[in-house]
C-alpha cells in the first residue's frame, strides 16, 4: 500500500484517512487526496511514503463527519491489512478501465 493509494480512496469515497507518524505527530489525507501534518511547523526531517510502511493503525472518518447528521456513520479504526483490503477493492478494475479511457 502506497500513499498513492490512500489518495485515491479518500478522493472516491469521500473520507478523511488519519495515522500516527513515528515522530509522534499525525497525518491526515483529506476527501481531496491531499496529505498534510497538522503540527508540522518546519521543512520535514521524514518522507510519508517512508513513514507509511511502519504504520499499523489507521484512522478512517466520512470526510463530512462534522455536520449536524446523525445517520451519518463515524470514525471507525483499521488495522494495516483492512486498510490494504480497503485500498485494493475494486481499485484494480477501476484502474484498469481509467488506463483505457486515457
Same mark, same amino acid.
Given at each position: 500500500?502506497? =500513499? @498513492?493509494? !490512500?489518495?485515491? *480512496?479518500?478522493?472516491?469515497?469521500? !473520507?478523511?484517512?488519519?495515522?500516527? =507518524?513515528?515522530?509522534?505527530?499525525?497525518? %491526515?489525507?483529506? /476527501?481531496?487526496?491531499? #496529505?498534510?501534518?497538522?503540527? !508540522?511547523? #518546519?521543512?520535514? @526531517? &521524514?518522507? =510519508?511514503? /517512508?513513514? =507509511?510502511?511502519? *504504520?499499523?493503525? &489507521?484512522?478512517? /472518518?466520512?470526510?463530512? #463527519?462534522? /455536520?449536524?447528521?446523525?445517520?451519518?456513520?463515524?470514525?471507525? @479504526?483499521?488495522?494495516?491489512?483492512?486498510?490494504? %483490503? !480497503?485500498?485494493?477493492?475494486?481499485?484494480? #478494475?477501476?484502474?484498469?478501465?481509467?488506463?483505457?479511457?486515457?
Amino acid at each position: 500500500m502506497k =500513499l @498513492s493509494d !490512500l489518495r485515491k *480512496v479518500t478522493v472516491r469515497k469521500r !473520507l478523511r484517512i488519519r495515522f500516527p =507518524l513515528s515522530n509522534g505527530m499525525e497525518c %491526515v489525507v483529506n /476527501e481531496h487526496g491531499i #496529505a498534510q501534518v497538522p503540527a !508540522l511547523r #518546519a521543512v520535514p @526531517s &521524514f518522507n =510519508l511514503e /517512508e513513514e =507509511l510502511v511502519s *504504520v499499523r493503525a &489507521f484512522v478512517v /472518518e466520512p470526510a463530512d #463527519a462534522g /455536520e449536524k447528521d446523525k445517520g451519518k456513520p463515524k470514525a471507525r @479504526s483499521y488495522t494495516r491489512d483492512e486498510m490494504t %483490503v !480497503l485500498t485494493t477493492a475494486g481499485g484494480g #478494475a477501476e484502474a484498469a478501465h481509467d488506463e483505457h479511457d486515457d
